[in-house]
């Protein structure tokens, strides 16, 4: 079964940076695009990133250009975000997921809190 697992989330002051991972399993990595979203509390869960199953094309929203950056390992079946500038506005839960077949598959997500 797809089964996607976040990690590196946590918590660090405005300016700061930091690396989010997911790894994949139950299909073939290397054939999906994958996708980071994020949902504040309160808020609608919103799409921040895309990259294709090769990892030559990525897309940002508008909000985290400049300063969040995906990558993949097909190799390795995982997928990570790199975050930096980080803003306190860019607090909220990270998933990556992936629609396999026509359905969406959500990690468990993982809180990213930018405070000082």
């Known amino acids: 079964q797809v089964q996607l697992v976040e990690s590196g989330g946590g918590l660090v002051q405005p300016g700061g940076s930091l690396r989010l991972s997911c790894a994949a399993s139950?299909?073939?990595?290397?054939?999906?695009?994958m996708r980071w979203y994020r949902q504040a509390p309160g808020q609608q869960r919103d799409l921040v990133a895309t990259i294709s199953n090769a990892g030559g094309i990525t897309n940002y929203a508008d909000s985290v250009k400049g300063r969040l950056t995906t990558s993949r390992d097909n190799a390795k079946n995982t997928v990570a975000l790199q975050m930096n500038s980080l803003k306190p506005e860019d607090t909220a839960v990270y998933y990556c997921?992936?629609?396999?077949?026509?359905?969406?598959?959500w990690g468990q997500g993982t809180q990213v809190t930018i405070s000082s």
């Open positions: 139950g299909f073939t990595f290397s054939c999906y695009y």
């Open positions: 997921n992936v629609r396999h077949r026509g359905d969406d598959y």
